[in-house]
């Protein structure tokens, strides 16, 4: 039994004799249908993998800015409720000084007593 043979025999059970030109242009086409389809799944899983580092970037530079935006926010606050600030604000809506203090009489009926 020669080379040719073995592999015919060992590929194709059948007594079918094929050429060698043949029996290597269907192991070459065999190979073809086993590497295409992994070689578009690799193409995929690249375009997958690279569009996902760059929404991982763009995701990042937003969290960068929005980071910054709340230091400014929380600065911007603690100027607005400084006791300065709100002086400020209380002039510009022209209080008026208290000058005396007046209190309102009440009768001792409506309110709760201390019991000595």
């Not at 094929?18 to 375009?47: H, K, N, T």
């Not at 690279?50 to 970037?57: E, G, R």
């Not at 960068?64 to 400084?82: C, D, G, P, V, Y």
């Amino acid at each position: 039994m020669n080379h040719q043979t073995f592999v015919s025999a060992l590929i194709f059970p059948l007594k079918v004799s094929f050429s060698r030109e043949i029996l290597l242009r269907l192991i070459l086409v065999m190979i073809l249908f086993l590497i295409l389809p992994l070689l578009a799944f690799y193409v995929f899983q690249v375009g997958t993998i690279i569009k996902a580092n760059y929404l991982i970037k763009i995701y990042t530079q937003d969290l960068k800015n929005l980071s910054l935006e709340n230091q400014m926010l929380k600065i911007e606050a603690t100027r607005n409720l400084s006791l300065k600030s709100i002086e400020k604000e209380i002039e510009k809506l022209n209080f008026v000084p208290v000058s005396e203090i007046r209190y309102i009489p009440v009768s001792y009926d409506y309110l709760v007593r201390e019991n000595r």
